[in-house]
């Protein structure tokens, strides 16, 4: 599994205003810290970057590289600014990302293929979210039309399904999970990604973890091969490098529709139990769904 970090982001409380600031100091050792959790990829998150988007993004990529040589993801909507970040990237780079919306495509598959970057498919569409599972398989066979008419091989492609918060859908959840599964014979040589912490969005802080985790798992069963997550985590590392056997074999079993005794489990796999059946959907979820 290969992790992106998430942390470099402008959204964040704590980082966000060192980004805006411009002060180079904080991003440094938040970039360190991210490669010694055991990042493969550092995001930068530069957000729209409507202002000055070329300069924040060189600006971000010039003082991340001084500290680490981790490849990047450069995260922006901004082309302008993704473009001015390939030019001065010294290692191989991952354009995160380029979605299906008119206008927006193409040029963005441009230039990924002048630059030879590696870049995410996001499944948004002309109108929007894709609906389920169907879709967005309708949306990655016309992605790939067009990036190898393009002369992009799939091996560049990592293609993002798109997490969505539990606490807003939770069939939204179950569509990610059953798309991935059909993702490799779909799409035969891509890779695939997905922003992990967007599952727990707007439940209690303490209890992400939790949901994130076992989302994982979820997801890596059914073949994703990359996720950007919180890699301060350090029990979702464990999971993502294959240390947590007992944990995994219990949510595959669940999985697979095995009917476990909740009340025989340690309270620790009680609570990734409970979390499964929240993430499948044979019980709501609410923001007290350890205690149920
Ligand atoms: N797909 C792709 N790229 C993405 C996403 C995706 N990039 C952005 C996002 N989704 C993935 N990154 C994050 C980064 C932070 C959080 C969630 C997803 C997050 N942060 C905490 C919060 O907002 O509460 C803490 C922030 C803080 O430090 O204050 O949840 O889906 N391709």
Redesign the pocket.
Known sequence: MIL?A??L?I??????PALKGRDPKPVQEMAKKEAEAGADYI?L?IGPARKEGEAFMEWVIKTVQEVTDKPL?L?TTNLSAMEAGLKVCRNKTLM??ISLQPNRMEPGLKIARQYNSDL?G?LWGAEGMPRDANERALHTVDFLLKANEMGIPNENI?I?P??TPISVEINQVKACVEFTAMLAEIAPGCKS??????V??GTP?NL?PYLNRTYLIMLMRNGMQSA???VFDTELVKIARGEKPELVSLVHRMMDGEQVDITRLSPEEAKYARTVRVLTGASLYSHSWLEV
């Not at 990604?193 to 967007?198: A, Q, V």
């Open positions: 992106i998430e942390s982001n959204m964040s409380q704590t980082i966000g995001d998150n993801s995260d995160n990302s995410i996001l990592w993002d798109i997490v990604t997905c922003g992990l912490s967007n727990s969005n802080a992400r950007i997550v919180d």
